[in-house]
């Protein structure tokens, strides 16, 4: 039995890393929560934050190798919740192991407004990204996501189990699925 695969984005602040956790803990089969962080936190030399200048290369083999996670993992059977900051330039890895291993695959972005953005950005541990400039960069590459705006869920107003609710019934309804 082949598995499913969720892909929760959003800026740093969105609330992934939180709800992703939620949502793989409370599935009702086998779920992986897959958190792209630690892709990059294993590169030990050479590594550049992703978000900055020259970080492309790096970045399309960090999408390879969690691709190819996520993939193996759906041929096991299990809902894989892969959380970190995939936009739209780096959905086409995702669609083509989808259409070759048969994997539905759904794409769901939390975008809270910015300043809940920043001030739940502000409350993260000192490791994890708190400059507002570079996530302000960030928040606005999920801003105007054309064909993909469909795929957004305004969690400003939610908690961390409110949002989690709204991503299992955004991906039950299957109207958040790539095509």
Request: hydrophobic letters at 45%; aromatic letters at 8%.
């Amino acid at each position: 039995m082949t598995g499913e695969v969720i892909l929760l984005t959003g800026s740093p602040g969105s609330g992934k890393t939180t709800v992703a956790a939620l949502v793989a803990t409370d599935a009702a089969g086998p779920a992986v929560h897959l958190t792209t962080d630690l892709y990059y936190r294993a590169i030990k030399t050479g590594f550049v934050p992703p978000y900055m200048p020259g970080a492309q290369k790096q970045n399309e083999v960090v999408v390879d190798a969690i691709v190819a996670t996520a993939t193996t993992y759906a041929r096991g059977g299990y809902l894989i919740v892969v959380d970190g900051i995939i936009g739209p330039w780096f959905l086409k890895p995702f669609r083509v192991a989808a259409e070759r291993e048969q994997l539905p695959i759904s794409y769901v972005v939390l975008r809270p407004d910015l300043e809940t953005t920043l001030a739940r950005a502000q409350q993260r541990p000192d490791t994890e990204l708190k400059d507002v400039e570079a996530i302000t960069g960030l928040y606005d590459a999920f801003k105007e996501l054309g064909e993909l705006e469909r795929h957004v869920i305004d969690t400003s107003a939610m908690d961390a189990e409110q949002t989690a609710a709204e991503v299992r019934q955004a991906v039950a309804s299957k109207q958040f699925r790539l095509a």
